[in-house]
């Protein structure tokens, strides 16, 4: 029998924050299972010690919403990382028709 040269999946890329957490991208699903309002999110970490949250949803999060989520993703990056949510009316998916779940800061 042929063998697979290799097999293919979705991509979660790893947060590094300023103190040398590493956030998977998979602990972002298990957060946002919290949220179900949200209907797509995208986490962009956007420099060294900063993450933005990108989200669809119906309606905006309400302010004690916004403040357990912002909470709990602090005590995970830790206190230097700032983070930043931020209602969206979409999220591009990309060419192959797939969405990515978050975008880690490229390594120069």
Known sequence: MPLLSSVDGRVLET???PDGRILPGEYFVYVMLDWPQVRQYLVMQTAADALELQY???AP???PDCDR???RLRRTAGE???IALRQVEAIAPLPSGKRRITVALAKT
């Open 15 to 17: 947060i590094v924050s």
């Open 61 to 63: 999060l309400a302010a």
């Open 80 to 82: 230097q990382m700032r």
């Open 56 to 58: 669809v949803a119906d």
């Open 69 to 71: 989520l912002l909470g």
